[in-house]
């Protein structure tokens, strides 16, 4: 819970515009932080993604040919 805020000396760039400014936060109670994201990290550390095995070496990442994604694979149209 906050008290009280307290600002100090500020810097300003060649505009005039503040840029940094000290402050002092008075707190009348500290309540210790809790955890908010899941295990979701530590287990995709454990268990990288596997090698694909695409044509020509690319993978499925945006631009590439053959990915899943928006539009897909197109056919090869025959010209007239």
Do not use: C, F
């Amino acid at each position: 819970m906050l008290q009280e805020i307290e600002w100090g000396p500020y810097l300003t760039d060649d505009a005039g515009r503040v840029v940094q400014q000290e402050l002092t936060l008075t707190l009348l109670q500290y309540e210790t932080p809790t955890l908010l994201q899941g295990p979701a990290k530590k287990v995709r550390s454990a268990n990288p993604p596997k090698a694909s095995s695409t044509k020509g070496g690319k993978g499925k990442g945006k631009g590439g040919k053959g990915g899943k994604g928006k539009g897909g694979r197109t056919k090869k149209r025959k010209r007239k």
